[in-house]
C-alpha cells in the first residue's frame, strides 16, 4: 500500500497542480531536473486511513525542509515506514520489511532458504555505513518503543504518531549526526498540525479533526499507540477547508478514530453535527465525508445534518463489531445490540438513502456458536452496504488477552468466510436494486479501455461506467447504472455525450 510518487511541492500548495495543469503533466512525466542535491525520502505506509493521511503530513514536513520523495528504499537516504500493529499481520509485515533492509555487513540473514536469501540480498541497502537513515513511525513504533533497536539496530528513529509534532526537531537531530532518536510521548493535548501536508489524492482531500482515543475497547490497541483523544479547533478545521476548496478540491473527509467523538477545542464549541453542516456550506465543497463514527456518539443530529444538506454524503461508516449482546460487553463497547439497532433504524427512516458500513471482528474470546449467529442476523436486519471483517487478533497491553476461551484459528477463519459470504449476497442484492437509478458520480479514475471511468457515488459506492467525453477526471457526472456486482456498480454516463450501444 505505498504511497511513493514524487509530486514535489506544488501539489502542496496547489499553485498549478491541479490535475491537468501544465505544473501537474510536468509531475506526472517525472522530469524534475531541479533536484540536484536534494535528500531523499522514501515512506511506505501501512494500515488504515489516518495512517495515510498522517503520511502526507510527514511527507510534507520533509518536502518543506527541501527533501525530495522517491519511489524505493534503494534511492533514498531517509527510509520511513509508518506502521500498523492493529492486528498481529500487520505489526509483523513491518518487521519483515526491516529485515529486508539489514545491512550486508554484520549477522547473516535469517532466510531460510538460498533463494530468499538472494531475494533479500538484492534489496539489501547499507545503512549508517552508506549513510541511510531508516524509521519506524506510527504504531508499532509507539507499541514497541526502543525495543525496535534491539531487533533491528540498523534503524535510528522511532516515533509514534502522538509525537509527530515533534518530528522536525527529530529530523534535524538526525541531520546533525545523531544515531538515535525516539518521540514516544503519548501524554500529549497537542494534534499533529503542518504548515504543508502533500496530498496524495487530488480529488478527496484528508483532514484529521481528532486524534487518538478515549474509548478503551478491550481488544484495541489503538488507546496506547495514539494517546487520548485530542480535537482540534473548529476554526483551525474550517480555515484547512477553505484552503483546500481554493486550490479546488470539491471533496473532504474529516478524520478521526472516533471521529463523531469531536469536542472542539476552542471556545466556540461546536458539535460534530455543527463541523459537518459549516463544512458543507463552504462555498466550493460539494462532498462532505466523515470516518469513523464510535456508535456511542452518534447523536440524531448527525442524521438530521445528512438529511439538511445534500453535500453531506449519504454515507455512515458504524463499526459493530459484534451483534452479541455478551459479546459486546466483554469488549467493552459501551453499547447494547439494541442501541446500536436504534441508531440504525433512525438512518433506515431518513429522508435520504443512507448506506451504512462497518467492522466486524470474529472469534473474540468467549464468542459462542449462538453469538457468532447473532452477529448473522444483525447483518440481516442491518443489511450493510459494506463489511470489514476480521478474526481477532490478541494484542498486546489489551485486557481481552487475558480473557479464557479462546477460540481455534480454525474456528475463527470458518466464521469468518461464512460472514464474508453472508455480506457478499447481502452487498450484492442492494446494489442489484440499485439498478435503473441515476446516481450522481465525483470522477477519480479513468480505465485503459477507451471511454471506460471510474467514480464515486455520495454512498461511497464505486461506479464503473461509460462517457464519451473526453476529460471528465475530477467532475461531477450523473450515471445511470446499468449492472451491479457485490462490489461496484456498472453505469452509462447521461449528462454529455453517452456510450453508444
Ligand atoms: N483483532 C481483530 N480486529 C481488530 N480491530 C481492532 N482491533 C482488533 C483486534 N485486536 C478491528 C476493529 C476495528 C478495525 C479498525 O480493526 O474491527 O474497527
Ligand atoms: Fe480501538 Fe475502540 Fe478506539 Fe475504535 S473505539 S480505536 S476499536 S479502542
Known sequence: MGKSFDIGLERLTGAGAWPGSETERRIEAGRFDTDAGRETFYLET??????????????????ARGYKQVETPEAAKVILYNTCSIREKAAQKVFSRLGELRP???????????????????????????????????????????????????????????????????????????RRVTGLDTDTDETFETEITRRDNPFRAYLTIIEGCDKACSYCVVPFTRGPERSRASASILQEVRQLADMGYTEIQLLGQTVNSYADSSARKMRFSDLLVATAEI??????????????????????????YPAICEHVHLPVQSGSAAVLRAMARTYTRDEYLEKVAWMK????????????????????????????????????????????????????????????????????????????????????????????????????????????????????????????????VQVKVTGATPNSLIGEAVTGPVASP
Open 349 to 476: 427512516s431518513a429522508k435520504r438513502a443512507i448506506s451504512i458500513t462497518t467492522d466486524i471482528i470474529v472469534g473474540f474470546p468467549g464468542e459462542s456458536d449462538a453469538d457468532f449467529q447473532e452477529t448473522l442476523s444483525l447483518m440481516d436486519s442491518v443489511q450493510y452496504d459494506g463489511a470489514f471483517c476480521f478474526k481477532y487478533s490478541p494484542r498486546p497491553n489489551t485486557p481481552s488477552l487475558a480473557m479464557n476461551d479462546i477460540i481455534s484459528e480454525d474456528e475463527k477463519s470458518r466464521r469468518l468466510a461464512i460472514l464474508l459470504e453472508h455480506q457478499r449476497e447481502i452487498q450484492r442484492s442492494r446494489n442489484e436494486k440499485l439498478v435503473g437509478q441515476v446516481a450522481e458520480v465525483l470522477v477519480d479514475g479513468k480505465s485503459k479501455r477507451a471511454n471506460q471511468w471510474s467514480g464515486h457515488t455520495s454512498s461511497n459506492r464505486v461506479m464503473n461506467f461509460s462517457s464519451h467525453a473526453e476529460n471528465i477526471l475530477g467532475d461531477y
Open 104 to 178: 550486508s555487513e554484520g549477522e547473516p540473514s535469517a532466510a531460510k532458504s538460498r533463494e530468499v536469501d538472494a531475494r533479500l540480498n538484492a534489496r539489501k541497502v547499507v545503512n549508517a555505513g552508506g549513510g541511510k537513515i531508516i524509521g519506524v513511525l506510527g504504531c508499532v513504533a509507539q507499541q514497541e518503543g526502543e525495543e525496535i533497536f534491539e531487533r533491528a539496530p540498523w534503524v535510528s528513529l522511532v516515533c509514534g504518531s502522538a509525537s509527530y509534532r515533534k518530528l522536525p526537531q527529530l529530523i534535524a537531530e538526525l541531520e546533525a549526526g545523531n
Open 46 to 63: 501501512f494500515g488504515c486511513q489516518m495512517n495515510e493521511h498522517d503520511s502526507e503530513k510527514v511527507a510534507g514536513v520533509l518536502l
Open 283 to 308: 462555498s466550493g465543497i460539494r462532498r462532505v465525508r466523515f470516518t469513523t463514527s464510535h456508535p456511542r456518539d452518534f447523536g440524531k443530529d448527525i442524521v438530521e445534518a445528512i438529511e439538511a
